[in-house]
């Protein structure tokens, strides 16, 4: 068990760019949640994934804001024409499909990114 | 949907002493309440979780209760050490998707 693993860890970026962030799941998770988080403030919902299928979207998930999980596995975050107010730490983390530890969800260790 | 109220938001405490965070949620429905430490520049980790049938749960130095009546649930920490000093979280999700809503975090602070 190697953890939940995202990639950039840390990402600057001029104002109007497009990032992307990248995360690997536990092994044989099948169930993949984003989050956002500000300083001082809890994480945040943003969407979440059964496999390849995005089940459940946030408000915060403007038109701006896409993920993907195109095989079940991996899933990519991609905001386009980044804004300030896009500062903040971006996590992802996975759930096991059944078992006692069904309910609970692993976070990675999170990708900070700054809007310059 | 869920909202989950978290207080104190700032918590100091001599090591040895305990410490009790406490958390609200709105959502009846809600069935499941873990609780994550994080420390700088590092993810949520679980450090341990209850369920709607549960009343109370242990861990070693630390202890969870729940009263679905009232919505309430609650973190203690026993006998506090300087490496417990960290941002606690509480969360409640309900069955199925189980998306956590999180509370806003305490920050707990250790002094030797």
């Known amino acids: 068990d190697t953890g939940v693993s995202q990639n950039p860890r840390h990402k600057i970026t001029k104002r109007g760019q497009n990032v992307t962030f990248r995360c690997d799941p536990i092994s044989e998770h099948n169930r993949l949640y984003w989050y956002r988080q500000t300083l001082g403030q809890g994480p945040e919902f943003l969407t979440y994934?059964?496999?390849?299928?995005?089940?459940?979207k946030s408000r915060l998930l403007s038109d701006r804001f896409s993920a993907e999980r195109p095989k079940g596995s991996f899933s990519t975050l991609e905001i386009q024409r980044t804004e300030q107010g896009d500062s903040a730490m971006y996590l992802c983390?996975?759930?096991?499909?059944?078992?006692?530890?069904?309910?609970?969800?692993?976070f990675g260790e999170g990708s900070w990114l700054t809007v310059v | 949907g869920e909202n989950v109220e978290q207080h104190p938001s700032t918590l100091s405490v001599q090591e040895g002493d305990s410490a009790v965070i406490k958390c609200t949620y709105s959502d009846s429905a809600s069935n499941y309440f873990p609780w994550y430490k994080q420390e700088l520049g590092k993810g949520p980790q679980l450090i341990i979780d209850?369920?709607?049938?549960?009343g109370e749960k242990k861990d070693q130095r630390i202890a969870v209760t729940l009263n679905k009546t009232a919505k309430h649930f609650s973190l203690h920490i026993t006998e506090t050490q300087p490496e417990d000093s960290a941002v606690y979280f509480c969360?409640?999700?309900?069955?199925?998707?189980?998306?956590?809503?999180f509370g806003r975090g305490t920050s707990l602070i250790v002094h030797p």
């Open positions: 209850i369920r709607s049938n549960v």
């Open positions: 983390a996975s759930r096991p499909v059944t078992g006692m530890a069904g309910n609970t969800i692993y």
């Open positions: 969360a409640a999700s309900r069955g199925g998707s189980y998306i956590p809503t």
């Open positions: 994934f059964q496999n390849e299928a995005q089940l459940e």
